[in-house]
């Protein structure tokens, strides 16, 4: 009898990747066979990334690709193109991939877990008559924020195109944080065409998440009650992060190779001395502002690690360091073995944009906040941090628009002379250690989930 095969598809970002990819891990050492689809641009970047072939020949997963419908010259970080491309191309090409996979004698797919940003996965799905599940890998909040859109227009809020029509705060809940309008992470993207065009993408997931009883969340349901209460069919499975007990220090899903030697030369660092400066894979910043972090990094006399990225290093002279900046007290590399970095001792603080992949990484470590939310969901992610779980701090903007130097080195001042974050932040570290042990609420729940695709 051949094993449960479950097919995983994530958005093709980089931090969709990395939490799919650790699903699928923890999937495959509980006995189900997995085939992982990637697009085809990040298919390749990934397996670029993964220079050591021994790791390559002891891969347990299974690894295919499929056209995402944008050239290889087209801007993927344009989320409403590739919303698009993805709808006209990725969904005929997905349609196929299942056809085909279902007609290899005991290869048959079983099951599809789909990111909730790709719900239209579970219509192709339904037709051939296949099992399936959504994962979010953002907050339960974003979650509840995006299956509430249809209330939301019903109420007045927001209009068809979910454009705001009133300004200001409002709440999904009394038990969930207030939500600014101005920080709804759909109006956050692009100019008004695009977000429009990802509100109607959004509408068409939400409508599709409802064919499957499985809605799977990357968090534990005490960071975000109020969501989990909103929506009980979420059930908190994460954090969904590399394991401690994996073969290799090689993080799987990487777009660009990790740069391993910042480990050594945080080994060389005191206990909680080094701050530790990352934006993710899709901010952006000026020339005014990359050169204001370099010299603000500098002034707090503090040892830092700093990940630029290559692609951003390609830009040339547009983000030149400095002049004056010589960053002797800091290491600066295109890109991190973050989960290490994080579990690092000799890491005290994390300066980050709050994707929601490093919030659930820094929190996991104990380790405190400096928010510097870009778009999307980093706002309100920023919310949680500062104002529901108080783990961090954010910064000021001057009148230039700019956070200035003398901000970065004030806030980093103040994040780390306060005992009470840092006591605050080693308590969550200890709830969310409790979640993924045995009998905790996440462990049990994913538990119960690969229990129901192994029927």
């Known amino acids: 009898m051949s094993r449960p095969h479950v097919l995983v598809l994530p958005f ?12 699928s891990h923890k999937l495959a050492q509980n006995g189900l066979k997995i085939t992982f689809v990637n697009s085809d641009y990040n298919h390749k970047r990934m397996m670029k990334a993964m220079k050591d072939d021994e790791i390559k020949e002891r891969l347990t997963l299974r690894f295919v690709s499929i056209p995402d419908g944008m050239g290889p010259e087209d801007d993927r970080n344009d989320l409403a193109r590739l919303c698009l491309a993805m709808l006209s191309t990725m969904y005929s090409e997905f349609e196929k991939l299942l ?6 004698c005991g290869d048959r797919i079983t099951c599809v877990v789909a990111d909730v940003s790709m719900a239209w996965a579970l219509e192709v799905a339904h037709k051939f008559g296949i099992n399936a599940a959504v994962i979010c890998t953002a907050s339960a909040a974003l979650l509840a924020l995006k299956l509430h859109a249809p209330k939301l227009i019903q109420d007045g ?10 300004k200001g705060e409002f709440e999904l809940s009394l038990d969930i944080p207030k939500m600014n309008t101005a920080h709804i992470p759909w ?37 975000e009650p109020g969501a989990f209460s909103l929506y009980p069919k979420i059930l908190p ?29 945080l080994d060389q660092q ?43 290093k390609d830009k040339g002279s547009k983000l030149a360091y400095p002049d004056g900046f010589k960053g002797k007290n800091g290491k600066i590399v295109n890109w991190a ?22 919030v659930m990484e820094g929190l996991s470590n104990g380790v405190p906040f400096l928010c510097w939310p870009y778009f999307g969901d980093h706002f309100f992610d920023k919310i949680y941090t500062c104002e529901a779980w108080k783990v ?22 103040m994040l780390l002379e306060d005992e009470s974050i840092k006591g605050r932040s080693m308590k969550l570290k200890k709830i969310i250690s409790n979640n993924l042990t045995e009998g905790g609420v996440s462990f049990q729940n994913f538990l119960k989930f690969v229990e129901c695709v192994k029927q």
């Not at 056809?99 to 290899?104: D, K, L, W």
């Open 392 to 413: 961090g701090l954010g910064f000021d903007f001057d009148d230039q628009g700019l956070i200035s130097r003398h901000e970065i080195k004030r806030k980093v001042d």
């Open 237 to 265: 499975i994460g954090p969904l992060m590399k394991s401690h007990e994996s073969l290799s220090t090689q993080s799987l899903g990487q777009f660009w190779e990790e740069d391993k030697s910042c480990l050594k030369w």
């Open 157 to 166: 809020l927001i209009d068809s195109d979910g454009i705001p029509i009133v």
């Open 99 to 104: 056809e085909n996979n279902n007609t290899e």
């Open 337 to 358: 073995p973050q989960h290490d970095v994080l579990s690092h001792p000799a890491i005290a603080c994390f300066v980050s944009h709050c994707g929601w992949n490093s």
């Open 12 to 23: 093709p970002a980089q931090g969709h990747v990395n939490c799919l990819m650790n699903v």
């Open 187 to 223: 109006c956050c993207i692009g100019d008004s065409t695009s977000q429009k065009i990802i509100f109607s993408y959004i509408l068409r997931i939400v409508r599709a998440s409802n064919l499957t009883d499985w809605w799977l969340c990357n968090s534990i349901y005490e960071l």
């Open 270 to 312: 005191p206990p909680c001395s080094v701050i530790y400066v990352a934006f993710g894979s899709f901010t952006e910043f000026n020339t005014s502002q990359f050169q204001e972090l370099a010299l603000g990094l500098e002034l707090t006399q503090r040892p830092f690690l700093w990940v630029v990225r290559e692609n951003d």
